[in-house]
């Protein structure tokens, strides 16, 4: 195993670990915001480590510049949907935990 | 590298199947449809380790579509598809 290697095993370990949170804090949260907001961590992040892990092993630029597109755009659905499901739960009185 | 991506694939098919239960539990429409976006993402990840694996190169492309349809799943969830009145236990 090289440098690189190593590198992107701990990346794709780390971003791993991230998704576990994420489940069980959708699994543990107790109301709709708070669950988004392990939503979110799991996404942006977790997405974000495993592709770059998988994109240093990538052999020609254009591999790596397709796996950076498909984490942007799951960025940009995953800010979309935080934003429009919080709002839309506030409308409609999803009421917020409170201890 | 081959049996780490095929590992990681698999711990996160088993997270996928932890957060079936949100699904299945609820309470409102909206918690069940973040899991399911969570689903999205988690897909698009094993899809990638699998790419990377050797398994099928065309599985990228597979994820770039789970992507690219991850927004416009969560916006017609919520222009269309969010039912206007819960069930009674559903608010809590």
Redesign the interface.
Known sequence: ?TLI?YL??LL??V??IF??A??LG??RFPD?YT??HA?TK??NV??GL??TG?AL?SESLA?AG??V??WL??I???S??AN??AK??LRR???VWKQ | ?QT??LT?AV??LL??A??M??VLRGP?T??R???T??F???A??IL??LA?AGIYNAL?DV??VF??L??VT??A??RCA?PEREAEHD??
Do not use: C, H, P
């Open positions: 195993m290697d992107s095993s794709l370990l971003g791993a998704f576990l994420g489940t959708l699994l709709v669950r988004l939503l799991a996404d977790g997405l495993i592709i998988l092993q591999g397709k796996l597109l498909i755009l799951v940009l659905a995953g979309t949907t429009l499901i839309e739960a009185g999803v009421r | 590298m780490l991506y990681l711990f996160l997270n996928l932890a957060g239960w949100r409102t909206a918690d449809m973040l899991a976006q969570l999205g993402t988690t698009v990840a990638l380790l990377e990228r994820a770039l992507a690219l991850a927004g969560a916006v969830f919520v969010w608010t809590d």
